[in-house]
C-alpha cells in the first residue's frame, strides 16, 4: 500500500508541476517564429524517443556528488537528490514532459489568431487575454495534458529505478515494487498489482477518450 500511496503522490505532484512549468513552454513554442522553436520542441521530445535508462543514468551523473546540480544543490545545503523522492520528481517532470507540453501546445495552436484579435481590438491586456480567452478555449487540452501527464508518470519504471533505486517508503513505487514481486517469484502479488496497473491505465485512457474526443491526440 505504501507503494501506491508514494506513486499517487509522486504522479499528483510531477503533474502538477508539469502543468505550471509547461503552460508557458508550450505557449511559446505554439506561438514563436523563433529559429530555436525546432531545437526546443526536439529537447521537449526527446523523452519520447530516449530509453528511460539512458535518461535516467545521466540524471543520475548530474545530480551526483561530482556534477554541476549535484554540486550545487550541495552548496546550497540541499544535498545530493539521487534515491530521494525530490530526485524522483525532477526526473519525473523530465522524463513526462512531452506528454504534457505537446498536447498544450496543440490546443494553442487550434485557437487560432481570430480569438486573440477580437480580444486585442476590446484593449485587453495579454495577462487578460490569456486567463479569459486561451485557457477556456485551450481546457480540452489541459485535460489531456492532464491525464496524460499523470498516467505516465504512474507508469514509469526505468528513470526512476535509475534515480530514486528500490527504497522502501522513499522511492520504491508500484512499478518498481511489481519488479521486485517478480525477482522474488511472487506472481500472486505482482499480478495483483500488474492488474491493477491494467485497470488503472485502461480506466483513465477510458475516461480521455470519453471526456474529451477531440483532444486526445498529441503530435
Same mark, same amino acid.
Not at 512549468?21 to 521537449?44: E, F, I
Not at 484593449?123 to 498516467?151: I, N, Q, W
Not at 515494487?177 to 492488474?195: P, R, S
Given at each position: ?7 499517487? +503522490? ?19 513554442? /505554439? !506561438? ?21 535508462? %539512458? ?9 551526483? @556528488? ?6 550545487? =544543490? ?7 537528490? @539521487? ?5 524522483? %520528481? ?11 507540453? +505537446? ?10 489568431? !481570430?480569438?486573440?484579435?477580437? /480580444?486585442?481590438?476590446? !484593449? ?14 485551450? &481546457? ?11 498516467? $505516465? ?5 526505468? #528513470? #526512476? ?9 522513499? =522511492? &520504491? %513505487?508500484?512499478?518498481? +515494487? ?9 506472481? =500472486? +502479488?505482482? $499480478? ?6 491494467? %485497470? ?15 483532444? &486526445?491526440?498529441? &503530435?
Amino acid at each position: 500500500m505504501s507503494a501506491v500511496i508514494l506513486t499517487l +503522490q509522486l504522479a499528483g505532484l510531477t503533474t502538477l508541476i508539469l502543468l505550471l512549468l509547461g503552460t508557458p513552454l508550450a505557449w511559446w513554442l /505554439a !506561438r514563436t517564429r523563433s529559429w530555436a522553436k525546432g531545437p526546443v520542441g526536439a529537447v521537449v521530445a526527446l523523452p519520447l524517443v530516449l530509453p528511460p535508462t %539512458v535518461l535516467g543514468f545521466y540524471l543520475l551523473v548530474t545530480m551526483g @556528488p561530482n556534477g554541476p546540480v549535484g554540486q550545487a =544543490t550541495q552548496a546550497l545545503g540541499i544535498g545530493l537528490l @539521487p534515491f530521494t523522492f525530490a530526485g524522483l %520528481v525532477v526526473g519525473s517532470v523530465l522524463y513526462s514532459l512531452p506528454f504534457v507540453v +505537446q498536447p498544450l501546445q496543440n490546443a494553442f495552436e487550434a485557437i487560432g489568431e !481570430r480569438p486573440l484579435e477580437a /480580444a486585442a481590438t476590446l !484593449r485587453a491586456s495579454p495577462l487578460d487575454t490569456f486567463f479569459s480567452v486561451v485557457l477556456p478555449l485551450a &481546457r480540452p487540452g489541459y485535460l489531456t495534458a492532464t491525464v496524460m501527464g499523470f498516467a $505516465h508518470t504512474v507508469g514509469e519504471f526505468g #528513470v #526512476v529505478l535509475m534515480i530514486g533505486g528500490n527504497i522502501p517508503n522513499q =522511492t &520504491r %513505487v508500484v512499478s518498481v +515494487q511489481i519488479y521486485d514481486h517478480v525477482e522474488a517469484l511472487e506472481y =500472486t +502479488q505482482a $499480478h495483483w498489482l500488474a492488474g491493477g496497473m491494467v %485497470v488503472f491505465s485502461f480506466t483513465v485512457l477510458l475516461a480521455l477518450y470519453v471526456l474529451n474526443p477531440t483532444g &486526445r491526440r498529441m &503530435r
